[in-house]
């Protein structure tokens, strides 16, 4: 459940950056101007006020020459009040997006530095981080700006006005129990009680939106996360006939939507007919007060109406709490998402415990004393001391679940779950290509040269790969764009995985189940291709198939050495594995 209070410490860590970063000035400057335009808007409400008292005193005395120019006053006023209403609106949004592209742009920085999106996924300590990037974010600024903003407009408008409606009111006097009460500046007294009964109402109605709205963006995503799983796994949807059991999920996934925004209508009705009834009743609630004195002739029509826009004026400064509740609601839950996030990439960045990798100039990749554990949980191999010479080609072998696949990680310094210290050559250039390799949407070119740009490699090397990797049939789709990972077959995936590792060339190449899903004959092009072209690389392959060890020299076995208690309550336990190394010619 998000918090109900608001931690103004987390709050201020949020927003403060911004404001002291290298673009500091030019949001100070554009703040100070768009809170100049604010103030002048009061200022024009000042004079608006003004303006009903002369107009309505010229109609109640039929004075053509004063009615005549009280209306040319008001022209020049409403063009004003226009400008600045206009510019206002568009420099505040102009604000917006600045403070918006920079805040994306640090998320996005520290959401991808250090693999912390990794490990967040790993350890699940935050959901759906790029709906918090792409709409929490844009809220916060949003929101931030209107209420701050509307909260120094309604503070200004109560000071300029609540003098205004003391004076023009005047005392009020009645009898209560045989005694005369006066009340200077009754109309201000009756704005605030009036205010602060409202305010009081709406909160208490109002106050579950927080965590209806925090939950409404948690299922939006959840239900959005669905429909795109579905896509991209379009193919294996539909050869399992999937399509029953992917509906029932994105049902249950849409029905918490719909409960949760079933509660948000029951609750905002509840709301609304609060804040309504409040609104409305504020029309001609200032009337009712000041009928008395307008009626016994102690002020004038121009004077009434003038107290009833003071009164509106007052009030509604008075209640901006009622009039920014839903907004209030919003934002609240979109800070606590935001907080939690920052917490879970702060906490990803600051990880150090476990396993250590670092780099050195021996010329060869040193474990030391390592261990490996799974995330927030038991060890999965016991302590291990190895090495992994220049040239030295090394398959891990081991049953599934054992701890190959983490091992990899570990080396690539994604998986600190553990302990020990890894050290890899300074000057050596690592690749590790995963079962199911990554290809970015965009040109074919694109995905070949991943990570790098697309321009690294000429025409000439990527097609000569290609014909090399039997993918001469897509030499002629280079510069077409695509999701290239829907529409390549897993073992075209997996060729042109080769091919990016030929083109990049590295000293070392880790590769998990990186040909699981090419047939024999490939296979072994592939690893002939590797070992031409890489006669000096380090290889270390991850594999089921007995096939794939001719192309190594050295084994590692992993084999059950053991057990660990996962839960203690049901005595279910884990396998802890050790690795056997073999001498080279053994593999």
């Not at 981080?129 to 949003?142: F, G, V, Y």
């Not at 120094?152 to 005694?179: D, E, K, N, R």
């Not at 609060?274 to 029309?283: G, H, I």
Request: hydrophobic share 45%.
């Amino acid at each position: 459940m998000p918090k109900q209070r608001i931690d103004w410490r987390a709050v201020w860590q949020l927003i403060k950056p911004y404001w002291v970063s290298e673009e500091k000035w030019k949001a100070r400057g554009l703040l100070f101007v768009i809170v100049a335009l604010a103030l002048a808007a009061v200022y024009l409400e000042v004079l608006f006020n003004t303006w009903n008292r002369e107009f309505y005193n010229a109609l109640e005395t039929k004075n053509y020459k004063v009615f005549t120019e009280q209306l040319w006053r008001f022209s020049y006023l409403a063009f004003t009040f226009i400008a600045v209403a206009i510019y206002r609106i568009y420099l505040t949004q102009s604000l917006q997006m600045r403070w918006r592209m920079w805040l994306t742009r640090q998320y996005m920085d520290r959401w991808l530095q250090h693999q912390a999106y990794y490990r967040i996924e790993q350890t699940g300590t935050a959901d759906n981080p790029d709906q918090r990037i792409a709409e929490d974010l844009n809220l916060l600024t949003s929101a931030t700006l209107s209420l701050t903003l509307g909260l120094l407009s309604s503070v200004v408008t109560l000071i300029s006005f609540i003098g205004i409606l003391w004076s023009v009111s005047g005392p009020i006097s009645f009898m209560l129990a045989s005694q005369e009460i006066t009340i200077p500046g009754y109309m201000v007294w009756f704005a605030i009680a009036y205010a602060g009964v409202g305010s009081l109402v709406v909160g208490w109605v109002g106050w579950p939106l927080v965590s209806k709205n925090y939950f409404r963006q948690r299922f939006e995503a959840d239900f959005r996360f669905g429909l795109i799983r579905v896509r991209e796994n379009a193919e294996a949807v539909a050869l399992y006939r999937g399509e029953t059991e992917e509906a029932a999920q994105l049902g249950g996934r849409f029905q918490r939507i719909r409960d949760n925004w079933w509660g948000i209508m029951r609750t905002t009705k509840s709301l609304n007919l609060v804040s309504t009834f409040y609104s409305q009743f504020a029309n001609i609630f200032p009337f009712l007060m000041a009928a008395p004195r307008y009626f016994s002739g102690a002020i004038t029509l121009g004077g009434l109406m003038q107290i009833s826009s003071a009164f509106g004026q007052v009030q509604g400064a008075l209640s901006w709490f009622i009039s920014a509740f839903s907004d209030l609601a919003e934002w609240k839950a979109s800070v606590n998402r935001l907080a939690g996030f920052h917490a879970a990439v702060d906490a990803a960045h600051e990880e150090r415990e476990g396993v250590l990798v670092t780099a050195n100039n021996v010329g060869a990749i040193l474990i030391d004393r390592l261990i490996l554990n799974v995330p927030s949980g038991p060890a999965l191999t016991k302590e291990q001391t190895a090495d992994i010479q220049a040239g030295q080609r090394i398959l891990v072998a081991g049953p599934s679940g054992c701890g190959k696949s983490t091992l990899i990680r570990a080396i690539a310094g994604v998986w600190p779950y553990g302990a020990g210290s890894i050290e890899v050559p300074q000057q050596w250039k690592l690749l590790f290509l995963p079962q199911k390799s990554y290809l970015p949407i965009g040109t074919l070119r694109a995905a070949v040269a991943y990570p790098a740009s697309e321009n690294t490699y000429t025409d000439l090397a990527i097609k000569h790969y290609f014909d090399l990797c039997k993918l001469s049939h897509m030499k002629k789709f280079l510069d077409h764009s695509d999701n290239w990972s829907q529409r390549l077959s897993p073992g075209e995936q997996q060729r042109l995985a080769f091919v990016r590792a030929l083109l990049t060339r590295p000293d070392a190449l880790f590769l998990d189940e990186a040909s699981s899903a090419l047939d024999t004959e490939t296979e072994e092009l592939v690893y002939q291709l590797i070992l031409q072209e890489l006669p000096d690389a380090v290889i270390v392959s991850v594999a089921h198939r007995e096939s794939v060890a001719k192309y190594h020299k050295m084994r590692w076995q992993f084999v059950a050495d053991g057990t660990a208690t996962v839960d203690a309550d049901d005595d279910s336990e884990r396998s802890i594995y050790t690795i056997q190394h073999m001498k080279p010619g053994k593999a």
